[in-house]
């Protein structure tokens, strides 16, 4: 098709309104093939997806890259259950700041989160709840990711 450059609105998925969740399955599906070889992150504004992108762990990978919109999955008994977009975002929240106190964010590996590094060096939070005021400042959601395709 001579595609060199797949642009996505990482917000598409806010927009499904059927009941059997057909365009959110999609943009998951989506989602998982950014991990594929064959295409290259150029930019995004979520650190959520950065994150995501560089690990490729399968068991996180769609609540880190996916804080944009609901997920939804069938438990055990085949009831289905949703995950909404703050608490996946919450626990890319919690998964960075675990980067950060284990010392994991360097000049090689995460190297875009050093801004954030630097700033909770500067000024420590006093609390939980500025410690979350910080994040949602710093770790937004995020709106597009640009990737070259191989």
């Known amino acids: 098709m001579g595609l060199r450059y797949l642009l996505v609105d990482l917000n598409a998925a806010t927009i ?3 009941p059997r969740r057909d365009l959110t399955k999609r943009f998951e ?8 070889e064959k295409l290259e992150l150029i930019q995004t504004d979520s650190l959520c997806l950065r994150v995501a992108l560089e690990e490729k762990n399968p068991t996180t990978y769609l609540t880190l890259a996916g804080v944009n919109y609901e997920s939804y999955m069938k438990d055990a008994l085949g009831k289905e259950t ?6 996946k ?3 890319c929240y919690n998964h960075i700041l675990s980067l950060i106190k284990s010392e994991k964010i360097t000049d090689t590996k995460y190297p ?5 590094v630097k700033y909770l060096d500067q000024n420590p939070p006093k ?11 710093y ?7 640009l990737f070259r395709i191989k």
């Open 127 to 137: 609390d939980q709840a500025s410690m979350i005021q910080i994040f949602q400042s």
């Open 112 to 116: 875009y989160l050093l801004p954030l």
């Open 139 to 145: 770790v937004n959601h995020g709106w597009l990711a």
């Open 29 to 36: 599906q989506l989602l998982s093939t950014f991990k594929s």
């Open 89 to 91: 975002q919450f626990q």
């Open 82 to 87: 949703s995950i909404n977009r703050g608490e």
């Open 16 to 18: 499904d309104k059927d």
